[in-house]
């Protein structure tokens, strides 16, 4: 487990968490953040797929405007992150994914895994950037925005029945705008469902989900 700067495309240097595996990579897993930074459970996350035998790596995709940003989940913290939102830009953000993938490109065939906006993020890479295998998100609410666009691989969608900030008019458009999708909803289960550190953590769903996502990567991505 090492933290470690990339270098995008641009120029720019971020930050990120890199976990691997004990034996050879099956793969390489790029995690996309959700607006609270690199923080305890995404870097949980990496762990996590290093222990399934995937070279995994989290971008600091927020380090573009501040640098180091990581919080909780108390209601302080989300509304200290919900400050940045406006200053994210999608196409930034992919030319950092993109370095992320570049990092684990030697693991083998790469997937992408995002929670929340990287739910939405991890979306945007399978449609606009080349070089990923499979992508997995979880309650991504700005899908909706581009659900039309292309699928460059394998996609996998995650929904809470009970997430009040993703209602069924928006994941029920993705859903008929990607088909070919496997899509999941959770009864139950509210937004950030996966997160064991939110109040909002679905034990049964997030297991459910989990097993899911692994063998959705076992098949795509090795």
């Known amino acids: 487990m090492a933290e470690l700067e990339l270098t995008a495309q641009d120029g720019h240097r971020l930050g990120a968490y ?24 995404i870097r949980s996350i990496c762990d ?27 209601p302080a913290d989300i509304e200290r992150a919900k400050v940045l939102m406006p200053r994210f830009e999608m196409d930034a953000c992919l030319l950092d994914v993109a370095a992320a993938r ?6 083998g065939k790469v997937g992408v895994l995002g929670f929340c906006l990287g739910g939405s993020v991890a979306f945007a890479a399978a449609t606009r950037l ?30 809470g029945a009970d997430d009040a900030s993703i209602p069924p008019e928006n994941y029920n458009d993705v859903k008929a705008k990607q088909p070919d999708a496997e899509f999941y909803f959770y009864e139950g289960a509210g937004h950030g469902f996966n997160c064991d550190q939110r109040q909002s953590y679905e034990p049964a769903a997030a297991a459910v989900a989990w097993r899911r996502t692994l063998d959705f990567f076992a098949r795509h991505v090795g």
């Open 18 to 41: 890199r976990a691997e595996p004990s034996g050879t990579p099956r793969g390489g897993i790029v995690v996309v953040q959700e607006i609270f930074g690199v923080n305890a459970h």
């Open 48 to 74: 996590r797929l290093a222990g399934a035998g995937y070279a995994a790596i989290a971008p600091a995709i927020f380090d573009r405007f501040e640098r180091n940003f990581e919080t909780g989940y108390a």
């Open 102 to 107: 570049d990092a684990v490109a030697s693991a």
């Open 130 to 159: 080349d070089g990923f295998a499979a992508a997995s998100c979880f309650y991504g609410g700005l899908i909706r925005n581009f659900a039309g666009e292309h699928a460059r691989c394998p996609v996998q969608l995650h929904y």
